[in-house]
Nanobody
Framework: VQLQASGGGLVQAGGSLRLSCAVSASMHAFSTLGWYRQAPGKQRELIAT???????NYGDSVKGRFTISTDYAKNMVLLQMNTLKPEDTAVYYCNAVQFYMGRRSEYWGQGTQVTVSS
């Protein structure tokens, strides 16, 4: 399974970006799909996760500003980021978790850099 993230870049504070994650396998095979980020010197942080039938889950730092969406027909996971702040600067990773035959497997994309200037 491969996850390919794209859409990062440089944006001014208050601006918007949309990240995309292309998943190489059918997304129906995964229990959760999501986005995490890691800033220099900090631990990886949950941004948002989505399941096929449940409500999405967001990290406290992005609630009300970021929206995760999934397109199961195209095997894409999207992250719309609005009202960006300098503290949103980080490498953003897409993630997929699968449970199969009692075994948990986790997959990560390569990361895409988001830089928010003040």
């Amino acid at each position: 399974v491969q996850l390919q993230a794209s859409g990062g870049g440089l944006v001014q504070a208050g601006g918007s970006l949309r990240l995309s994650c292309a998943v190489s396998a059918s997304m129906h095979a995964f229990s959760t799909l999501g986005w995490y980020r890691q800033a220099p010197g900090k631990q990886r942080e949950l941004i948002a996760t989505a399941t096929e039938r449940g409500a999405p889950n967001y990290g406290d730092s992005v609630k009300g500003r970021f929206t995760i969406s999934t397109d199961y027909a195209k095997n894409m996971v999207l992250l719309q980021m609005n009202t960006l702040k300098p503290e949103d600067t980080a490498v953003y990773y897409c993630n997929a978790v699968q449970f199969y035959m009692g075994r948990r497997s986790e997959y990560w994309g390569q990361g895409t850099q988001v830089t928010v200037s003040s």
